[in-house]
């Protein structure tokens, strides 16, 4: 006779990139074990192999993974956690330099309760894809896949070989530029041509490029506790995936 088959439940969310809605499940016990052996490595590059091998296991629907932005891939590992493990999870924190926000020592370690549920990616500025670089010439950006993404996160801005690199970048996001009614996709013309368009801006003009990749949503979140030692009040501010499972 056949074991029982455990049918897991589903559910549903939104990508912030592009307002799609996808089903998934909970991890299940092979997903976990998946997660322990990365978070055991203590790798980087493991523990994102490992967030997209779960995500391409419990997303129901079909998507690439591998075409997603960081903040979409983040944001589906945290609602992944959040229903296969709990909503909840409680970190620790401390006074920066064992120093309250009044000057005065407290080397008090707390244990703090966040609730994950509602936490999405989110601009800290004003965003938006397109950019206008003259009153009739502009471009549409699109977010970079989760590999570029980390290139960028890794790159050394003072690193004169990174010039090339931010370039590259620049060029692989755009998705058209155009003229007035006219427009000009970037996948019909040449990678010199787009090297040539970009070369040919002001430094105004390229700042509000690279304006488009700072502002981009990020998975953060803003919190104060109050120490139970000291009494005084704590802001914290979590930054990326690997702050919410520190």
């Known amino acids: 006779m056949a074991l029982p088959v455990l049918n897991a439940p589903t559910h549903e969310m939104t990508l912030v990139s592009n307002g799609q809605t996808i089903k998934f499940r909970p991890f299940l016990v092979k997903e976990e074990k998946i997660l322990l052996m990365a978070l055991e490595s203590n790798n980087d590059g493991e523990m994102l192999n490992s967030m997209k091998q779960i995500i391409n296991n419990c997303v ?71 950019i206008e670089l003259t009153p009739d010439i502009g471009v549409t950006m699109k977010y970079p896949k989760i590999d570029i993404f980390r290139k960028m996160m890794l790159m050394d801005q003072n690193d004169s070989s990174s010039v090339e690199a931010i370039f590259d970048i620049m060029i692989s996001s755009i998705d058209m530029i155009y003229q007035g009614d006219e427009i000009f996709y970037k996948d019909d013309h040449s990678e010199e041509e787009m090297n040539n368009f970009l070369s040919s801006l002001t ?29 005084v009040e704590q802001k914290v501010m979590l930054n990326g995936i690997e702050d919410f499972f520190a």
Request: glycine share 4%; proline share 4%.
């Open 203 to 231: 430094s105004e003009q390229f700042n509000k490029l690279r304006d488009f990749f700072q502002t981009m949503p990020y998975l953060r979140h803003e919190f104060d506790y109050k120490c139970t030692k000291c009494g």
């Open 60 to 130: 129901l629907d079909d998507i690439d993974v591998e075409e997603l932005p960081l903040f979409d891939v983040q944001y589906i590992f945290l609602q992944l956690r959040s229903k296969s493990v709990g909503e909840i999870v409680e970190l620790r924190f401390k006074h920066p330099d064992d120093k309250n926000l009044n000057g005065e020592e407290c080397k008090h370690e707390q244990n703090v309760k966040i609730n994950i549920s509602d936490i999405k990616p989110s601009s800290l500025q004003e965003h938006s894809n397109k």
